[in-house]
């Protein structure tokens, strides 16, 4: 998430979850891999961003598949919504 340029990371405005997904060929449903709920933005009883504990939304899986197909990746920030990533996987 954020590549190129980081994306926010604040009690205001940051990334609350990642999906990822995958459909295998010549299936015509995706099957959810994992998700995952980054819960902590620096909130705290001193108020917005002073816990000094930010969830990060840099994540790692692994499945394993027979088949070939497309990995989806979905983020969903709190101001932007959802943004989606498609990578194909090759078996060989
Ligand atoms: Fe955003």
Do not use: D
Request: with cysteine.
């Amino acid at each position: 998430m954020g590549k190129e340029i980081a994306h926010p990371n604040t009690a205001e405005h940051h990334i609350q979850s990642i999906e990822v997904y995958f459909l295998a060929e010549g299936e015509k449903f995706p099957f959810q891999v994992a998700r995952f709920e980054l819960n902590t933005h620096g909130e705290s009883t001193q108020g917005p961003n002073t816990s000094t504990v930010f969830s990060e939304p840099n994540v790692a899986v692994s499945f394993k598949t027979e088949k070939s197909g497309t990995i989806y990746v979905t983020s969903y920030c709190n101001i932007h919504g959802i943004w989606k990533n498609t990578k194909e996987l090759k078996v060989e």
